[in-house]
């Protein structure tokens, strides 16, 4: 037995720019993961789009927890490397 998702049906104009969107900046900033979740709701789009709908969601999530990773690796890499040019310089701002 089967149900019927409810709700109206996603626009399925809107839903095909978005992952089309996903794929290209799942490539080029956020790694394949998010561009394989865009892969897979541009393919179930005519079929399902609800969940063409979901899988575009889920993309998006992991697409902004990455981008996130990575903004937050590169803060700790910078204050890593400020903390050690700091240390290496400190003998020689105290004159020794």
């Known amino acids: 037995m089967?149900?019927?998702p409810q709700g109206p049906v996603p626009d399925k104009r809107s839903l095909?720019?978005?992952?089309?969107?996903?794929i290209v900046v799942g490539f080029l900033c956020g790694g394949t993961l998010p561009a394989i979740f865009g892969?897979?709701?541009l393919v179930q789009m005519e079929t399902?789009?609800?969940s063409a709908q979901k899988m575009n969601k889920i993309g998006w999530?992991?697409?902004?927890?990455?981008l996130g990773l990575i903004v937050l690796g590169?803060?700790?890499?910078v204050v890593?490397?400020?903390?050690?040019?700091?240390?290496a310089a400190l003998p020689l701002?105290?004159?020794g």
């Not at 095909?16 to 996903?22: G, R, T």
């Not at 590169?74 to 890499?77: N, T």
């Open 61 to 66: 999530i992991i697409f902004w927890v990455m």
């Open 16 to 22: 095909q720019n978005n992952a089309i969107i996903l």
């Open 93 to 95: 701002l105290m004159g």
């Open 74 to 77: 590169v803060i700790l890499y």
């Open 39 to 41: 892969i897979i709701a």
């Open 48 to 50: 399902d789009p609800f």
């Open 2 to 4: 089967t149900y019927s």
């Open 80 to 87: 890593f490397m400020v903390l050690i040019f700091g240390v």
